[in-house]
């Protein structure tokens, strides 16, 4: 059993910035790679970013790339995702979730149902 906690989440004006951060308990990420998904109401739940965490390969959805970047700690198991010049459509809950050592990442990173822990969530709102 994993358990995974996102904290971070919080109220910020457009083009601000936030940290998330998921940590794990009970286990370690040793043998799975972290994602982070985002949901909105009346939306589908859809990936944001993921690392590799054997070989530290990232993956970012076009709308967020160049202004989010996700890094791990493996000491503290921790991973993190940094928001910069966030806008008001990155309003989101945003979950945190551990995918089995997966060979094909690159393809399946942002289908949420190849996932196998998730995070309760932390609300995430920009401002305009």
């Known amino acids: 059993e994993v358990q995974l906690v996102e904290s971070g989440g919080g109220l910020v004006q457009a083009g601000g910035s936030l940290r998330l951060s998921c940590v794990a308990s009970?286990?370690?990420?040793?043998?799975?790679?972290i994602g982070w998904f985002r949901q909105v109401p009346g939306k589908e739940r859809e990936g944001v970013s993921c690392?590799?965490?054997?070989?530290?390969?990232?993956y970012y959805a076009d709308s967020v790339k160049g202004r989010f970047t996700i890094s791990s700690d493996a000491a503290e198991n921790t991973v993190y995702l940094q928001m910069n010049s966030l806008k008001p459509e990155d309003t989101a809950v945003y979950y945190c979730?551990?995918?089995?050592?997966?060979?094909?990442?690159?393809?399946?990173?942002?289908?949420?149902?190849?996932?196998?822990?998730w995070g309760q969530g932390t609300q995430v709102t920009v401002s305009s």
């Open positions: 979730a551990a995918i089995f050592h997966e060979e094909n990442l690159h393809r399946l990173w942002s289908y949420s149902y190849q996932y196998d822990y």
């Open positions: 009970g286990s370690t990420f040793d043998d799975y790679d």
């Open positions: 690392i590799s965490t054997t070989d530290g390969t990232t």
